[in-house]
C-alpha cells in the first residue's frame, strides 16, 4: 500500500462497516463522517500535500475509489465530487485562488460541481446559467439539475456562460466562453432542493440549484476559461472516477455471488458447479477484470497527462459503467430471491450501476465520443 493513503482502505471499512444498506434507505449519509473523511484528505486524495492533501497518483486514487466503491456508491460519489472540485480548481485556479480554497477542501469544508440544466444535460454548449458583470462584483443567474453531493456542500463549483464582456457579445451578453464560479453554499440568492427518491446512490446529495442575483466577488471566477477546458478538466475526473467506482461495483458483486454460489446447494451440489451458474461467475470475472485494466491505462495515462487521457476516461467510463450495470444484473441472477430485497448489497449495486450508464457522460454520448476518436485516428 502507498504511503499515501496507507491504513486509508481498512479505515474506511471500520467506518462504513455495514451501514451502506441503512444509509441507502434513509438517503443520508452522516455529516460527521463526511467531514471526517474530508479532514484526512482522503475525499480528494490526489491533492498536493503543499495543500493539504494526500499527494496520491490516478491509479493509487483510483483502487482507493474502486474500494470505496465497493462499499457505498453514495460515500464514492461524494468522493468523485470533491475530487472534481479539488481538480477544477487546480487546473483552472490562480495561485491565489489554489491557495484559498484547496486547503478548505482537505480541510472538512465539501464541494460539489453543477454542469447539468434543465435544457444542458450531455449537450453542455447549450448551458444558460449566466454570470454578468457589476463594478467590482459578479451576479450569477440560472439553474442547475442533479448535482451530486450538493445536498451537503459548503462550496459549490458552477460552471456558467461568461457575460462579464458584453461590448460584442450583442445584446444578450452572451459569449462562447464557459467558466467556473466558486459559490459558498448559503450564499443570498442560492436555493438548494435534494432530488427525492433518486434510483441509485440514495444518499449522494442529489440536488437541484436555482441562482437568483447571487452577488460575488470577482475573485470567485476561475482563471481559465472554455468549454473544452471544461471537458478535459472536471469531466475528465468525474469519469475516471465513476469509473474505478464502477469496478468496485463489479468487485463486490463478485464477491457476493461467489460467496452465495458455493454455500447454496440445489439438486445436490452447490450452485458454483452447475455450468449456467460457473458460466454467471465467468462473465462476472472477465467484466470486473476487463474495467480495472480500462482504469489503469486511464490512470497511467492520467499520470502522464497524455494528450490522449481525455479519451481514455470517457473509454474507462463507458466500459467500467456498462460492465458494472450488467454484472450487478447478473449478481442478482445468480442470487435470486436472497439477492432480490431492496435492502441487499447486489439489490443496492443493480440501482447504483445503471445510474453510473447515465452520469458524467451517458453510455450513448461515450460511443458517440469513441466512434469520433476512431474516425480522426485510424486508418
Known sequence: MPDELAGAHALVGDLVGDQAGAWDA???????????????????????????????????????????????????????SQGMAAWTLQRLGDGDQRSAYLPRLTGGELAAVGFSEPGAGSDLSAIATRVRGDGESIVLDGEKVWVTGAYYADLLIVFARDGRNTEDAGASGATDDVVAVVVPAKSAGV??????????????????????????????????????????????????????????????????????????????????????????????????????????????????????????????????????????????????????????????????AKLMEIIEGSNEICRLLLAEHAVATVS
Open 191 to 352: 436555493t438548494i432542493e435534494r432530488v427525492a427518491e433518486p434510483l441509485g446512490c440514495r444518499a449522494a446529495g442529489h440536488a437541484n440549484l436555482r441562482f437568483d442575483g447571487v452577488r460575488l466577488p470577482s475573485s470567485a471566477v476561475l482563471s481559465g476559461t472554455g468549454l473544452s477546458l471544461l471537458v478535459t478538466t472536471a469531466l475528465s475526473y468525474g469519469r475516471i472516477s465513476v469509473a474505478w467506482g464502477c469496478v468496485g461495483i463489479l468487485r463486490a458483486c463478485l464477491r457476493a455471488a461467489v460467496a452465495h454460489a458455493k454455500t447454496r446447494e440445489q439438486f445436490g451440489k452447490p450452485l458454483a458447479q452447475h455450468q449456467l451458474v460457473a458460466g454467471h461467475l465467468a462473465d462476472l470475472l472477465v467484466a470486473e477484470q476487463n474495467a480495472a485494466r480500462a482504469c489503469e491505462h486511464a490512470s497511467e495515462l492520467w499520470q502522464r497527462r497524455s494528450p490522449e487521457l481525455v479519451t481514455a476516461t470517457v473509454l474507462a467510463k463507458h466500459v467500467s459503467a456498462g460492465n458494472a450495470a450488467r454484472g450487478a444484473a447478473t449478481a442478482v441472477q445468480v442470487l435470486a430471491s436472497a439477492g432480490a430485497s431492496d435492502g441487499t448489497a447486489v439489490a443496492r449495486a443493480y440501482r447504483d
Open 26 to 80: 434513509s438517503g443520508r449519509l452522516p455529516l460527521d463522517l463526511l467531514r471526517d473523511l474530508g479532514t484526512r484528505g482522503l475525499l480528494c486524495a490526489e491533492v498536493p500535500a503543499s495543500y493539504g492533501g494526500r499527494g496520491a497518483s490516478s491509479r493509487d486514487n483510483g483502487e482507493f475509489t474502486a474500494h470505496v466503491g465497493g462499499l457505498c456508491s453514495s460515500l464514492r460519489s461524494i468522493m468523485t
